[in-house]
């Protein structure tokens, strides 16, 4: 008996669900096997990595906070995604956010205008929008690849961003650290609960994720990109515009990543930095897709991963584990999901049938 | 015939996840016989021969070949045993030449050389003329099919299976096939021929085995039987038959086409050159042709997928939509059902429901920008009850339909819209004979209800039933169009290969005797 890989006659439904659950699982199991081999206690590091974390107010705030930004261009991402348009550029858009943001926080340092916060979400929203352009602008002219384009503009952005906070935007009195002056409290998300850090922007990623909802299952222009996703063909035999779709998936994506840029600087940072981002960008494409590119489960993913982020910085202070344990638990996410979905298509069967013949 | 049959089956079983292809067929050929395996689509005649070939592996059952009883492993096991096929589908490489190709599939080496020499030897000796070096992608379709017959011929085959051979080629390269294959079966190579054409079968086949639903339904000689018989058999019940119901309804001019001409987006595609025809309201215009002559290109540029360069080479009620997307030129009253179903003409992934949306959602199903789910919903329960579209509910996902329910879906989508101009490409191929006479009979009403309905098949019988005129399309030009009552099935099949005024076999001889240029036609 052997066993026996074949195309299941329709995609599977229970498996499109089970599946981020059994990769979660065996990130889980390979993560264990990994804290022995390097001579840790599995239980110990299991509740330092996954509960600790959170096992208080201040935690869950924080689980929020990471989650918040991850939720948000996890689901702009997936507006492109649907449409088979592959933004790998949020990193990059985000950093940009996060100039254009923090440089109005800086000029207007002194005022104390309520306008200040909508300001500076408003162009770190058009920011990352811009940045998003270009890849879209190559990709509708000269057929460009956006996935090549908007990983180099990655580096560029975060570069760019270095070299500001390194130049122009340094604080003047901070003793040449490369950094900016604090944000005025004008430009800092207010506190919701007391006791933790988590702040207003937990708002607006909520709201992104609704209003993608929406977006992917409700609108005429969702269900364009979606058709444009699963058969370009049949976009083109119904008419629909896909350079329009091309634009929307990546501005979408900039946006939301802008945003995200915002709350960042505007949160618990609260100045710029020559880094501003853990890499969310990158992180939001595994969120988008253990999240299956729906809103909702983008939204619980988003929570998984922030906690990998938290249980990453538990684990280095309480089990002197690597800074690259987090990145490792997200690779082995995603490397899981992949091969989990292959069974969404097929199945295993053990081979019981055998030939007649006398 | 007293000795060993060729071939016998004996319970041929082959189990799908979804479906039993095959249930305990049981068959047997003589050697020399030209067997025929009869059945619509979808019945499990090809499943059977792929087992036969070694392509797929029966779940049960027995082949006996010769006599003996064999466990065929893979196509070069059936090949080593004598066993060749020419399947439906090609399997050739258009960038190497025809001597390259045969060598791919022979099991042992040979230099280029003598193998050109027998691809000349065997071509010749059964009346197949072949060049061993020309490229692939210069050849037409009937010569590609040429260049397989030949593939499996050098083989020295006991057994040729032949899978629908005949939908590529002209009525006369038909009459040129079959003398061929009496030829081998008089030298005592046996034939299996699979096919749904019955007047064929009658013609050419010493015997049948119908299969319906995966089961053997009949035996026959096709000789002694009736066409009614013999679909009797094959579908179950009497085939239902068109309204022949014409009036005449004299509506207006609707689509115009003028000096179309279209560089192919493939490197191996057909050029349009300056096609120029016209359909009124209340006529079907068929397109006729063997495929590959231009009729992708054509209908790329007439639904708007391929944006043509002259705006005016185009016109819907006398308005000019060459530089329109299908979206704009649907809101002028066109409908198109294209003949790739399957990602083209519906969305796999989503349900029935969302892939009326596709198209239909001009038919109020966007408000303020939202989908309205509900009426999408509707409209697909009316497609399904008035297209008979078996399928458990508009929920269904859109791959669970087979082929010809499929066509019914989108036939229906488009049709329900009202257009006031049909094009619909290969409306029934691989649609079995019902499902084609439900799609036959409602572009025949629409035609009656005043719309323009353009028809473009492969399938000449099926344009001379339905079709008030007929253009027909050989090598990107078009001729004239002729009146179905006044042609014949011949004269139309002279025109397939390009001999009509002002087409490509008479263009060659223009510019050979330096003629001026053809004026329109």
Redesign the interface.
């Known amino acids: 008996m052997v066993v026996k890989i074949e195309p299941r006659p329709e995609p599977s439904k229970v498996m499109q669900y089970l599946s981020p659950l059994i990769a979660a699982v065996l990130m889980l199991i390979s993560g264990l096997i990994i804290f022995s081999l390097l001579g840790k206690n599995p239980a110990e590091a299991f509740h330092a990595f996954f509960v600790e974390p959170v096992n208080d107010l201040y935690g869950i705030g924080e689980l929020l906070i990471k989650a918040s930004p991850l939720m948000l261009i996890g689901t702009g991402l997936a507006v492109g995604f649907r449409a088979s348009i592959w933004n790998i550029g949020a990193e990059g858009q985000l950093a940009v956010g996060a100039i254009f943001g923090g440089y109005f926080a800086i000029i207007f340092n002194d005022s104390n205008g309520l306008f200040i916060l909508p300001l500076m979400i408003a162009v770190g929203a058009v920011g990352g929008m811009l940045w998003a352009s270009i890849p879209a602008l190559l990709k509708t002219v000269f057929n460009a690849n956006e996935i090549l384009v908007t990983l180099m503009l990655n580096y560029v952005a975060v570069l760019l961003l270095a070299l500001l906070v390194h130049g122009p935007l340094r604080d003047p009195n901070g003793y040449g650290f490369p950094q900016s002056v604090l944000f005025g409290d004008a430009a800092i998300l207010p506190v919701l609960v007391e006791g933790t850090r988590l702040h207003l922007g937990v708002f607006l990623a909520f709201g992104g994720v609704i209003a993608g909802w929406v977006f992917l299952q409700k609108s005429f222009t969702g269900y364009q990109m979606r058709v444009a996703g699963l058969a370009q063909k049949a976009a083109t035999y119904a008419g629909f515009k896909y350079k329009k779709l091309i634009w929307i998936g990546l501005l979408t994506g900039g946006l939301t990543a802008g945003i995200a840029g915002v709350l960042e600087i505007a949160g618990p940072i609260g100045q710029l930095l020559p880094s501003v981002s853990p890499g969310y960008g990158y992180a939001a494409i595994i969120v988008a897709f253990v999240g299956r590119l729906h809103p909702g489960g983008i939204f619980l993913s988003s929570l998984l991963m922030a906690l990998l982020y938290l249980g990453g910085e538990s684990g280095q202070m309480n089990l002197d584990l690597p800074s690259a344990v987090t990145g490792i638990f997200q690779g082995l996410l995603l490397f899981y999901l992949l091969a989990a979905d292959f069974l969404i298509h097929y199945r295993m069967r053990l081979n019981r049938s055998r030939l007649e013949v006398n | 015939m007293s000795e060993a049959p060729r071939l016998q089956l004996k319970g041929m079983t082959k189990i799908?996840?979804?479906v039993i292809a095959n249930d305990s067929i049981d068959m047997s050929i003589a050697p020399g016989e030209i067997h025929a395996v009869l059945g619509e689509n979808g019945a499990g005649k090809s499943t059977l021969m792929k087992a036969i070939y070694g392509v797929v592996?029966?779940?049960?059952?027995?082949i006996i070949w010769n006599g003996e009883?064999?466990?065929i492993q893979n196509p070069a096991h059936a090949r080593r045993l004598g066993i060749g096929m020419v399947f439906q589908h090609f399997s050739l490489f258009e960038t190497l030449t025809v001597t390259e190709n045969i060598a791919l599939a022979m099991d042992d080496y040979t230099s280029m050389e003598s193998l050109a020499g027998r691809i000349e030897e065997v071509s010749g000796e059964y009346g197949l003329p072949l060049d061993p070096g020309q490229l692939i992608y210069s050849l037409s379709v009937g010569l590609r099919q040429r260049v397989e017959i030949i593939r499996c011929l050098l083989q020295q085959p006991k057994l040729l299976i032949m899978d629908e051979p005949t939908s590529v080629l002209t009525p006369q390269a038909v009459r040129k096939m079959f003398e061929t294959l009496r030829r081998l079966a008089d030298e005592g190579c046996s034939i299996l021929y699979i096919s749904h054409k019955l007047d064929e079968i009658m013609e050419l086949c010493h015997s049948a085995t119908i299969i319906r639903g995966g089961k053997v339904t009949g035996y026959a000689v096709p000789a002694d039987e009736t066409a009614t018989s013999l679909a009797r058999m094959m579908i179950g019940k009497e085939i239902p038959v068109c309204s022949r119901q014409r009036p005449v309804v004299d509506g207006e001019r609707c689509l115009e086409v003028r000096n179309l001409s279209k560089s192919s987006a493939d490197q191996f595609g057909t050029d349009l050159k300056a096609i120029s025809f016209s359909v009124k309201g209340g006529e079907i215009l068929g397109v006729a042709g063997i495929s590959g002559n231009g009729q992708q290109e054509l209908l790329y540029a007439l639904?708007?997928?391929r944006l043509v360069d002259d705006r005016d080479s185009i016109a819907i009620h006398g308005e000019s939509v060459g530089h329109l997307?299908?979206?704009?030129?649907?809101n002028r009253g066109l409908g198109?059902v294209?003949e790739?179903r399957?990602?083209?003409?519906?969305?796999?992934?989503?349900s029935l429901s969302?892939n009326v949306?596709?198209?239909a959602?001009r038919q109020g199903m966007?408000a303020k920008?939202?989908?309205k789910f509900q009426k999408a919903a509707q409209f697909a329960e009316k497609c399904i009850s008035d297209f008979t579209v078996k399928c458990g509910s508009g929920d269904d996902?859109i791959?669970?339909l087979s082929g010809g329910n499929m066509q019914k879906f989108i036939t229906g989508r488009e049709i329900l819209q009202s257009p006031d101009l049909l094009i619909v490409s290969q409306p029934t191929w691989g649609v079995d004979i019902g499902a084609a006479n439900i799609i036959r009979q409602s572009m025949i009403d629409l035609r009656n209800n005043g719309s323009a309905v353009l028809v473009v098949s492969e399938e000449l019988d099926e344009l001379l039933e339905i079709c008030d005129r007929l253009i027909v399309i050989a090598e990107g030009y078009v001729s004239s169009s002729v009146n179905v009552n006044d042609t014949s099935k011949e004269e139309i099949g002279l025109w397939m290969s390009g001999m009509f005024p002002g087409g490509p076999a008479t263009d060659t001889f223009n510019e050979a005797t330096h003629n001026q240029e053809s004026h329109g036609c």
């Open positions: 799908y996840p979804s592996k029966p779940d049960r059952g027995q009883a064999v466990a639904s708007g997928e997307n299908p979206d704009e030129r649907r198109f294209p790739e399957l990602g083209r003409g519906a969305v796999p992934g989503m969302s949306i596709l198209t959602h966007v920008g939202l989908l996902p791959t669970s």
